[in-house]
């Protein structure tokens, strides 16, 4: 179950100095796109309260839009994903990430809610172009250890979605409104110009038109779809705390700099604990990590609203990074799981944990919100919660899984 297009043949040397370099120097790259990607697309989130006042939204509201824009960037990636395993066209990663930063830059300029709605979908596709093909990439350049390449490749977005936390409200206040957020346009340009120089995919191996979802994905759907529910449950989590943490300190008469660096100390975290998680897991395994850590998330989580309320929110932000690292450790370690379960179909494995388990995971941004309309956004996250323990008894059902000392 470890070998797969992307592996070694038997009877090839170890790299040499040079080629671990490049292979290095390409998955930074990687991971520098997913960084853009991400911080991009996440600039919508903290400036949740000036959406709502703009447009005349509920919490509800924005919990609709936020599923809308999702439909987009997450759902089109497992789509995206079985092409590219089927054909995988050159300099894509390039061009999603033009469109990506593009579309989320003027979306300030969008002057009414269809068609910021249309902004939002424009960006979402770019991104969805890039993940899956980007994700199996860091496969192919990760060699032998690939949970912790793919930690690292996670932790290249959200360090990003975490900038895009922090930076946004600042873009914003250069303006006042969101087409502060155009002063960004240009490191998306530049960020583009770099992975082209870095042409990962003029060295990857060609597509393999043979590829078929009733011959290699059909058969371990059972594992497949464990897995997918685990992503799924502890996805719907994270975005439940993404997406409304700054909704409630906005409710509480915090500023959008003290939300936004709420955010940014929670997907910060997820982003070290994914390259912890992926390193532990190449030595003991898939399953016991995904465990672990989603049985110690709620806890936490919990003490962390109640810390929201006092006048320092140091304590907060310090739980919330935390938490993040906790419940996301084993993120990256479910997806490269998947490729291992997919080897045939690393594109389409990599788009089911990055963005099919956060399509569906979306739908807790309308319940949630409905929820915090009723009785106060606090209160609904106080059930969020508890939703890694759902994730972890679906945990006990996914393959062990190898890991690459195998």
């Known amino acids: ?78 789509v995206f994903g079985y092409l590219t395993d089927r054909w995988r066209p050159k300099r894509l990663i390039v061009i999603a990430t033009l469109i990506s930063t593009f579309f989320f830059s003027y979306i300030g300029y969008a002057q009414s809610l269809p068609a910021f709605v249309a902004f939002l979908l424009l960006g979402g596709m770019g991104v969805a172009l890039y993940h899956p093909r980007a994700g199996a990439l860091t496969v192919h350049v990760s060699g032998s250890h690939r949970a912790l390449g793919m930690g690292i490749f996670s932790a290249g977005g959200a360090v990003g979605y975490a900038a895009g936390f922090l930076c946004a409200p600042y873009l914003h206040g250069l303006t006042g409104d969101m087409r502060g957020l155009a002063y960004a346009a240009p490191a998306g340009v530049i960020g583009a110009c770099l992975l082209l120089l870095v042409n990962v995919e003029g060295r990857a191996p060609r597509g393999d038109a043979t590829f078929s979802f009733r011959r290699h994905i059909l058969p371990r759907w059972r594992e497949v779809t464990a897995l997918f529910v685990v992503m799924v449950l502890r996805s719907a989590a994270v975005s439940g705390f993404s997406l409304f943490i700054p909704l409630m300190l906005s409710d509480q008469g915090r500023n959008l700099i003290q939300g936004g660096q709420a955010g940014f100390f929670f997907i910060a975290g997820g982003a070290l604990g994914g390259m912890i998680g992926g390193h532990i897991s190449d030595r003991i395994g898939r399953r016991e990590i995904t465990i672990v850590t989603l049985l110690l998330s709620p806890p936490i989580l919990y003490y962390a609203l109640h810390t929201a309320n006092l006048p320092s929110l140091a304590p907060f932000f310090v739980l919330l990074f935390v938490a993040g690292l906790v419940m996301r450790a084993a993120e990256p370690v479910n997806i490269t799981h998947t490729q291992e379960v997919l080897p045939r179909g690393a594109s389409l494995a990599a788009s089911l944990g990055m963005g099919g388990a956060w399509g569906v995971a979306g739908l807790i941004g309308p319940l949630v919100g409905a929820m915090a309309d009723r009785h106060g956004v606090a209160y609904a996250l106080g059930w969020v919660v508890w939703i890694p323990v759902a994730a972890a008894v679906a945990a006990w059902f996914i393959p062990k899984g190898d890991t690459h000392r195998n």
């Open 1 to 78: 179950m470890n070998t797969d297009e992307f592996s070694a043949a038997p009877g090839v040397p170890p790299d040499t100095a040079p080629q671990r370099a490049s292979r290095t120097v390409q998955l930074l790259g990687l991971s520098l796109g997913h960084a853009l990607n991400d911080a991009y697309v996440n600039f919508i989130v903290p400036l949740g309260p000036q959406i709502e006042a703009r447009f005349a939204l509920s919490h509800s509201g924005f919990g609709l839009i936020t599923f809308l824009w999702g439909l987009s960037t997450n759902f089109g990636q497992p």
